[in-house]
């Protein structure tokens, strides 16, 4: 029988919002999956922007790999809360796979979210 647990992203401080600092490949960790197979994440990840001008985010799924991996999304000028990740899963491997993120502008997107971890 699987069993359901949430939790905060690995990446964030007690659940409060990661502040996207990199500007490039590779990305800030926002989260880490885990090295046991039979495990997957279910991943929820919103983003904010609090400039007051357009930014691009990339979010770099299990990889850096461009156009495999970079799940891109333009977040308008004081953007809150916007859906970037509504439950996309990530499964377990002896190496983890990482979520990252990378920004046009630094230090002005935060991202926020959990993580439903499913074993099976």
Do not use: C
């Amino acid at each position: 029988m699987a069993t359901f647990t949430k939790q905060i992203l690995s990446g964030s401080t007690d659940g409060r919002g990661t502040l996207v600092a990199a500007t490039s490949s590779p990305g800030t960790l926002i989260h880490t999956g885990s090295t046991t197979a039979s495990t997957l994440d279910e991943v929820y990840i919103y983003a904010e922007n609090s400039s007051s001008s357009a930014v691009k985010l990339t979010v770099q799924w299990g990889g850096t790999t461009a156009d495999r991996d970079d799940i891109e999304v333009t977040l308008t000028g004081e953007a809150g809360l916007v859906t970037i990740a509504p439950g996309l899963l990530i499964k377990g491997n002896a190496t983890a796979l990482e979520i990252r993120a990378f920004a046009a502008t630094t230090n002005v997107i935060s991202i926020f979210g959990f993580v439903n971890r499913i074993t099976v």
